[in-house]
């Protein structure tokens, strides 16, 4: 069966799966992605669908047959390389794929779990694709940050490295704002500097202490003083 017999194949099964109430609601969520680019598929049944693709040769078609048409192919795309557990082939595939991500929830939600077992290297992974110009790769790069180095693989390098990007990119700036308020609370006194330096673009230091307020990892002490850190 040819590439594109294959992936059509897949999209009669994702328009199969169409909950129209859904797409609608989804379509709010992810402005990026234009109406009639989404399906309305939710989540849980991609990831059932990718699991019962996973390996198979109409997968290994459907990946390689880019770009994308739909928003659920991007997020089915992801889906399936969260499966692969060779290490190797799991990075060449997510650098194959990121550039063609348009969205932050594809970007947010591919999650490969072979990468926890490769730390050790990671962390250069991200800050490469922190360099790019591609907006999703950034953020990509940034997550990967946040995600795995907050806690006992924590150095200071990582959010002075994401403290230096400066974009003028809405989900770039967002994601810089939402690492910092979960890097409070996990890493509240070496991150605070970066606020009381001011050592933020204005917009993501009054974003990040926004997002840490409305956390509840916070304590009520530590959110009374980053309030006082907004600018007038």
Request: contains cysteine; glycine residues 2%; proline residues 3%.
């Amino acid at each position: 069966m040819k590439k594109r017999e294959k992936k059509n194949e897949i999209v009669q099964h994702l328009f199969a799966l169409q909950d129209e109430k859904y797409r609608d609601f989804q379509g709010n969520l992810t402005p990026t992605v234009e109406k009639g680019m989404m399906i309305g598929v939710r989540t849980p049944l991609l990831r059932d669908y990718a699991k019962s693709l996973a390996g198979t040769e109409t997968a290994e078609a459907f990946m390689q047959d880019l770009p994308h048409t739909y928003f659920e192919e991007n997020q089915l795309h992801a889906f399936l390389i969260e499966r692969i557990r060779d290490y190797p082939k799991c990075l060449a595939e997510v650098e194959c794929f990121l550039p063609y991500v348009d969205n932050w929830a594809t970007a947010d939600q591919m999650n490969p779990k072979v990468f926890a077992k490769h730390l050790d290297e990671m962390d250069e992974k991200a800050f490469a694709w922190m360099e790019s110009k591609h907006t999703y790769t950034v953020r990509y790069g940034i997550r990967i940050l946040m995600s795995y180095y907050l806690e006992d693989l924590f150095d200071v390098k990582y959010p002075e490295r994401i403290a230096q990007i400066r974009s003028e990119e809405y989900y770039i700036r967002m994601m810089v704002a939402w690492y910092f308020a979960t890097a409070l609370a996990k890493q509240y006194d070496a991150i605070l500097p970066f606020l009381t330096e001011h050592r933020l673009d204005e917009w993501t230091h009054a974003k990040a202490i926004q997002k840490a307020v409305e956390s509840y990892r916070i304590s009520d002490e530590q959110k009374a003083f980053l309030k006082t850190l907004r600018k007038a």
